[in-house]
């Protein structure tokens, strides 16, 4: 069985920087690409990067580029988010996901979510 | 960007009902359309891939179809279980997108 376990949310200041982790089981990790999803408080979702299989290409919407960065560790069977310059309006519950093969973005497992509070 | 216009943002309905759901794509998308349904406090589950593929242990109520870039969403029979929210979402290209979200509420 596919399990996530998505840590590290927390409050942070504006301007400040936090870094999520995402532990993976019950799959091969490293031949899966991963995705970070959010879903900000009352709102719809939305896709914030995805890294490919051997971290090899990383994609983000405009509305985190530059700010975020997406890592794995396949060793550790792990998915990272550092957050940086982080603002009011990144406040969101941060999902990691997994997609239903490796080449596609349909995300058939999810973790639980983790949130993250910008606020000062 | 590939917009994705989902509606209505909320419907009401009844258990029994069926209920359409659509998504309009900006552009063409192919197939490269997944529904999900999410309850409050949980992680979205994925209905539907490609369209029109119903995952593994999702009730037959549940269908999806495309008409060019306008994707459908039906719940035939609507049981109790199904009062949620639904996101459309392309998986084309990046930057991938959802749609804004339906909810199903109880009449």
């Known amino acids: 069985e596919v399990h996530l376990l998505e840590s590290g949310g927390g409050l942070v200041q504006p301007g400040g920087s936090l870094r999520l982790s995402c532990e993976a089981s019950g799959f091969t990790f490293s031949s899966y690409a991963m995705a970070w999803v959010r879903q900000a408080p009352g709102k719809g979702l939305e896709w914030v990067s995805t890294?490919?299989?051997?971290?090899?290409?990383?994609f983000y919407p405009d509305s985190v580029k530059g700010r975020f960065t997406i890592s794995r560790d396949d060793s550790k069977n792990t998915l990272y988010l550092q957050m940086n310059s982080l603002r009011d309006e990144d406040t969101a519950v941060y999902f990691c996901?997994?997609?239903?093969?490796?080449?596609?973005?349909?995300?058939?497992?999810w973790g639980q979510g983790t949130l993250v509070t910008v606020s000062s | 960007d590939i917009q994705m216009t989902q509606s209505p943002s909320s419907v009401a309905a009844s258990v029994g009902d069926s209920v359409t759901i659509t998504c309009r794509a900006s552009?063409?998308?192919?197939?490269?359309l997944a529904w999900y349904q999410q309850k409050p406090g949980k992680a979205p589950k994925l209905l539907i891939s490609a369209a029109s593929i119903l995952q593994s242990g999702v009730p037959s109520r549940f269908s999806g179809s495309r008409s060019g870039t306008d994707f459908t969403l039906t719940i035939n029979s609507l049981q109790p279980e199904d009062f949620a929210t639904y996101y459309c979402?392309?998986?084309?290209?990046?930057?991938?997108?959802f749609g804004g979200g339906t909810k199903v509420e109880i009449k």
């Open positions: 552009q063409g998308i192919s197939t490269w």
């Open positions: 890294i490919s299989l051997t971290f090899s290409s990383s």
């Open positions: 979402q392309h998986a084309y290209t990046f930057p991938l997108t």
């Open positions: 996901a997994k997609p239903s093969s490796p080449t596609n973005s349909y995300f058939d497992s």
